[in-house]
């Protein structure tokens, strides 16, 4: 396979070979560079993982009751330090199981309860409803606040029901024939109060102008408003004291 790749007359027979010689090896140009920073770098992974710390000493390993309380110390009247014994309380929790459910249930006091012997049921007397707990509140007997609400409405329903009855009696009805003649009348002045006020000038020069056409205006809102009020109404009342006047 080789002939026939190398055979008589390639071009690679014309490259000279030297198997004597090598070529030079390639060195970086900051290899001094590199190798310093490679030897500054290689103890860096030491200090990765768990800091080392200082060992125990063997004698100062944990002794018998090391952690139970200790008494404080006296002290005597010339603030000396006077020789007491060690008094070593008990610990919070027993590690014995059984010992310490019996510690934590010591000073737990059964609440009041009922029990039905014939079918075995437990019940609290206050979720049961025979401990008196809303008597001896601060609001027992006094009348609820939505109560005190509904009743002042009601007592204000009836005073403005009294206010229209005295009202009623205090006047008189207006008949069918009044009302269209009082209609007739503010409808007729408000066409005269209406023709006048198209016959202004276009522009007011004078206070006096100004002033009348503004007081036409105010005069055609009050005349249609009256109107309005005999129109939509068809019962009106009206007091002895107006009835000479305009409704």
């Given at each position: 396979?080789?002939?026939?790749?190398?055979?008589?007359g390639?071009?690679?027979?014309?490259?000279?070979?030297?198997?004597?010689?090598?070529?030079?090896?390639?060195?970086p140009?900051h290899m001094?560079?590199?190798?310093?920073?490679?030897?500054?770098?290689?103890?860096?992974?030491k200090?990765m993982?768990?800091?080392?710390l200082?060992?125990?000493?063997?004698?100062?390993?944990?002794?018998?009751?090391?952690?139970?309380?200790?008494?404080?110390?006296?002290?005597?009247?010339?603030?000396?330090?006077?020789?007491?014994?060690?008094?070593?309380?008990?610990?919070?929790?027993?590690?014995?199981?059984?010992?310490?459910?019996?510690?934590?249930?010591?000073?737990?006091?059964?609440?009041?309860?009922?029990?039905?012997?014939?079918?075995?049921?437990?019940?609290?007397?206050?979720?049961?409803?025979?401990?008196?707990?809303?008597?001896?509140?601060?609001?027992?007997?006094?009348?609820?606040?939505?109560?005190?609400?509904?009743?002042?409405?009601e007592?204000?329903?009836?005073d403005?029901?009294?206010?229209?009855?005295?009202?009623?009696?205090?006047?008189?009805?207006?008949?069918?024939?009044?009302?269209?003649?009082a209609?007739?009348?503010?409808k007729?002045?408000?066409?005269?109060?209406?023709?006048?006020?198209?016959?202004?000038?276009?522009?007011?020069?004078?206070?006096?102008?100004?002033?009348?056409?503004?007081?036409?205006?105010?005069?055609?809102?009050e005349?249609?408003?009256?109107?309005?009020?005999?129109?939509?109404?068809?019962?009106?009342?009206?007091?002895?004291?107006?009835?000479?006047?305009?409704?």
């Amino acid at each position: 396979m080789s002939e026939a790749i190398n055979a008589k007359g390639s071009v690679q027979d014309w490259i000279p070979k030297d198997p004597g010689k090598k070529p030079p090896r390639y060195v970086p140009k900051h290899m001094a560079t590199i190798r310093l920073e490679q030897k500054s770098n290689k103890q860096a992974w030491k200090t990765m993982g768990p800091a080392k710390l200082e060992l125990p000493s063997p004698s100062n390993y944990l002794k018998k009751n090391a952690k139970r309380p200790k008494a404080p110390e006296r002290t005597g009247t010339g603030g000396q330090k006077t020789s007491t014994t060690t008094v070593r309380l008990p610990l919070h929790v027993p590690p014995n199981p059984v010992k310490r459910a019996v510690i934590q249930t010591a000073d737990v006091k059964p609440k009041p309860s009922r029990v039905d012997f014939a079918q075995a049921h437990k019940q609290l007397l206050q979720s049961a409803g025979l401990i008196p707990k809303y008597i001896v509140k601060k609001d027992y007997g006094e009348i609820p606040k939505y109560l005190q609400q509904r009743r002042e409405a009601e007592q204000q329903v009836r005073d403005d029901q009294e206010k229209l009855e005295k009202l009623k009696q205090a006047t008189r009805q207006v008949s069918e024939e009044e009302r269209n003649a009082a209609l007739e009348g503010l409808k007729k002045k408000w066409h005269e109060v209406h023709r006048e006020y198209q016959g202004l000038p276009f522009i007011l020069y004078t206070p006096s102008q100004k002033g009348r056409k503004v007081h036409m205006e105010e005069q055609l809102t009050e005349l249609e408003k009256h109107i309005r009020l005999l129109e939509k109404f068809k019962t009106i009342y009206i007091s002895d004291a107006d009835a000479g006047g305009s409704p």
